[in-house]
């Protein structure tokens, strides 16, 4: 069963940018789709990207297009979240997760995952 940690939350002024990252234990990562999603206080789970196990799909939420880029490094075991141009409506805990259900496609729904990390929060602020 793989494990997974988020990292590399912090606070920034907008305008900002961050790289999260999420590494796996347990397994390895070039098996598993990974999507990241992210939960505001009071507003429901939202996802806002994911990559294919073979890292030739990838998909991100409207609300992030042009400014989030998902990579993977295989070496690493990891998954980073590459966040741009930081907006006070992105402060949130953002999760990454992963499912071995996912070799050529994934999905932003959290629904299609069976791995969860704990989280790291970002929050944007002047």
């Known amino acids: 069963q793989v494990q997974l940690v988020e990292s590399g939350g912090n606070l920034v002024q907008p305008g900002g940018s961050l790289r999260l990252s999420c590494t796996a234990s347990?397994?390895?990562?070039?098996?598993?789709?990974v999507g990241w999603f992210r939960q505001a206080p009071g507003k429901e789970r939202e996802g806002v990207s994911c990559?294919?196990?073979?890292?030739?799909?990838?998909d991100y939420a409207d609300s992030v297009k042009g400014r989030f880029t998902i990579s993977r490094d295989n070496a690493k075991n990891t998954v980073y979240l590459q966040i741009n141009s930081l907006k006070p409506e992105d402060t949130a805990v953002y999760y990454c997760a992963a499912t071995s259900q996912g070799y050529y496609h994934c999905s932003t729904s959290g629904a299609a995952y069976e791995y969860w990390g704990q989280g790291t929060q970002v929050t944007v602020s002047s």
């Open positions: 347990g397994g390895t990562l070039d098996v598993y789709a």
């Open positions: 990559t294919s196990a073979s890292d030739r799909n990838t």
